[in-house]
């Protein structure tokens, strides 16, 4: 509630037009124009009601008594006028918020009827018909005989609530019948705490640094702007009102130089290859260049925890993009088997009112990407929206993007949907959106995978290639190393008369460590704990040859009677004694020669024999040094 005293009150009857007393109070020159002169200017034509001189202005000496006729005071400038002479945005709602300081009977309306507990407007009470009902009850329990519950009144408020800039009201004829959508408010809140502050040091008050909001949500002013305390909070320590310049994206990284390409060509591209290769990595690695190293403040999802519940509308969402100096947005979802179209595109939301649910249809994350993105076009932005589909093989494809397979291939078509939102009964994919799927190529459910999804996708391969264990630069030493790209060959090569989508990508053998013996257990663990029960897995399926997994895992220790962590330190040990041998000999593959075929070269019978020879030689020696 309001704590501070006025001399009169509100008429609730005379309807206060909002542009009408800003363009007026813009022209008040503090330390001049005197309160009578103020009176004056309100009264002279217009919907600005004379009685407000003594209700939002601020003199010295103070208006003290509405008898006193002298009204000698001048005008004290606080951050309303300074908001009004300066054509600021917020005008408005600061004159809104001023109305609420002015009169309690207004402040009780807006605390208790228009909002709810935390602050947010309730949609049900921007109807004329709801509201008279409840002012005429609290009316009623109160004995308040000047509380205001008149059709007037009631109307007056709802129109205030609509000009001042905190709402779109849903009309028939002249009559509100209902909420259309909220307009952001958190702009007005940093020069709400200003205006407190001032009227708190007319009663020679200064609140201490960081108190000012404090006080501002003790009185309930969060309300006054359809926010919940933490949104109030959060608007006072950020910086709504300031645009940073926009980002530079770096130079193109020669290993995105490829998706990049496809991008700028189809705009929607899978990234495929066995486990372990990258395919999120790369996917991640492009955002990352895309967003100019922003990337955690480029998520939509960031943006829109960020951002109050009355601003999340797509055309808000792309202004605070732009704000941002943001060159990309993104998001990333995981496809599964339980994931539908109402996860992904439009679905109806159940939402709690009072008396019970209602059930809204809402934006989900590609209708609502796709939205800003149009947002974002129609500002003539070059930011680029993108959206991760990981694991896209795993998603029953009809069911989850249904008539958006459509508008994947006509861009910037309106495509019908079973849902409207936002007054939108259909969905456009701009042109401007891209699209990075990932699929394993591992997985059973690829071979499923709906043609019309392939035809309209482009499908990058990622082979499983040592080069990424060459370039680790956090291996401890160069003995793990050495035998991280051991494991990578030997497994390669037991892998080498399958199909080669049912490789290991490196990614298993690249480990952090702080000394050698860390560094060759969780090498170790890693393989133990997460190749090896894929490859048992390729064997059980037919997909890999028994006799070859024997042949990989009996040199390296790997009984199957060994529990895991016996496996685990079996392995380590062997692996203890590769780091003490000189250097692979020339009949080996080499990593160049891996690299270049994706280590799917034949090799002859002589470095068969030597392969054979040194996973040999180095069970023998694992063996003895355990014993």
């Known amino acids: 509630m309001s704590p501070f005293p ?13 542009d009408e007393a800003i363009a007026k109070l813009a022209t008040l020159e503090p330390g001049v124009t005197t309160a009578g002169e103020v009176e004056a200017l309100l009264d002279n034509g217009g919907s600005t009601p004379k009685e407000l001189y003594n209700d939002i202005i601020r003199y010295e000496p103070p208006v003290v008594s509405d008898s006193d006729s002298s009204r000698s005071g001048v005008v004290l400038d606080d951050e309303l006028l300074r908001a009004c002479r300066e054509g600021r945005p917020e005008a408005g709602l600061l004159l809104w918020c001023a109305l609420n300081i002015a009169d309690r009977r207004l402040d009780r309306i807006t605390r208790t009827i228009l909002t709810d507990p935390t602050g947010r407007l309730r949609p049900e009470m921007i109807n004329r018909v709801k509201l008279q009902e409840a002012l005429s009850t609290e009316a009623t329990s109160t004995g308040q005989t000047d509380f205001p519950h008149d059709d007037k009144s009631t109307t007056n408020i709802l129109r205030l609530t609509d000009k001042c800039g905190l709402l779109v009201p849903r009309q028939r004829g002249a009559s509100i019948i209902g909420l259309e959508r909220t307009l952001p408010t958190r702009q007005a809140v940093p020069p709400l705490i200003t205006m407190l502050g001032e009227k708190l ?20 002013a969060n309300h006054w702007l359809n926010l919940t305390a933490n949104e109030f909070r959060v608007a006072a320590a950020g910086d709504a009102g300031e645009v940073r310049p926009t980002s530079q994206r770096g130079p193109l990284p020669d290993d995105l130089t490829e998706l990049a390409d496809l991008l700028h060509r189809r705009r929607q591209v899978v990234l495929q290859g066995p486990p372990g290769v990258g395919k999120t990595y790369l996917a991640r ?96 932005s070059n930011i680029e929206p993108v959206l991760i589909l990981d694991e896209i093989n795993r998603g029953d494809i009809a069911n989850i993007f249904g008539e958006l ?16 939102v936002d007054g939108h009964a259909s969905i456009t994919v701009p042109a401007s959106l891209a699209l990075i799927g990932t699929m394993n190529t591992a997985d059973r459910s690829i071979a499923v995978i709906d043609y019309a999804l392939r035809r309209r996708f482009v499908f990058l391969d990622l082979p499983a290639t ?45 480990v952090d460590a702080d000394d050698e013996a860390d560094g060759l257990e969780k090498l170790a663990a890693r393989y133990v704990y997460e190749v090896l029960p894929l490859l048992r897995e390729y064997a059980l399926e037919g997909e890999l040859d028994e006799a070859n997994l024997s042949a990989l895992t009996s040199p390296l220790g790997l009984d199957r009677n060994l529990t895991q962590r016996e496996a685990v330190a079996s392995l380590a040990t062997i692996l203890k004694a590769l780091a003490t041998l000189p250097p692979a000999s020339p009949t080996a593959a080499s990593e160049d020669d891996m690299s270049d075929t994706g280590g799917l070269g034949e090799k002859t019978q002589e470095s068969e024999s030597d392969s054979a020879t040194e996973n040999g030689d180095l069970a023998e020696t694992g063996a003895s040094e355990a014993h």
């Not at 009663?203 to 003790?218: E, K, N």
């Open 285 to 380: 690695r492009y955002i990352d260049w895309a967003t100019a190293d922003r990337a955690e403040e480029s998520r939509l999802q960031g943006i829109l925890s960020d951002l109050p519940a009355n601003e999340r509308r797509p055309e808000d969402i792309a202004a605070e993009i732009l704000r941002r100096g943001l060159t990309t947005v993104w998001d990333i979802v995981q496809f599964h088997p339980g994931y539908d179209y109402t996860d992904f595109v439009r679905a109806l939301v159940a939402e709690p009112v009072d008396g019970g649910v209602a059930f809204t249809p809402r934006h989900k994350i590609f209708s609502l990407m796709a939205a800003v993105g149009q947002e974002l076009d129609a500002l003539d």
């Open 466 to 510: 040592p080069g990424p264990i060459s370039a680790h630069a956090s291996y401890s030493t160069d003995s793990v190393k050495q035998a991280a790209m051991h494991l990578f060959k030997v497994t390669e090569y037991a892998l080498a008369a399958t199909s080669p989508g049912l490789r290991v990508g490196p990614s298993y053998y690249l």
């Open 6 to 18: 006025t001399v009169g009150k509100i008429s609730f009857t005379k309807y206060t037009q909002p």
């Open 405 to 420: 397979l459509y508008a994947l291939e006509y861009r910037d078509e309106p495509v019908a949907t079973p849902y409207t």
């Open 201 to 220: 040091a007319q009663y020679q008050l200064t609140p201490t640094d960081g108190a000012g909001v404090d006080f501002a949500l003790g009185i309930g």
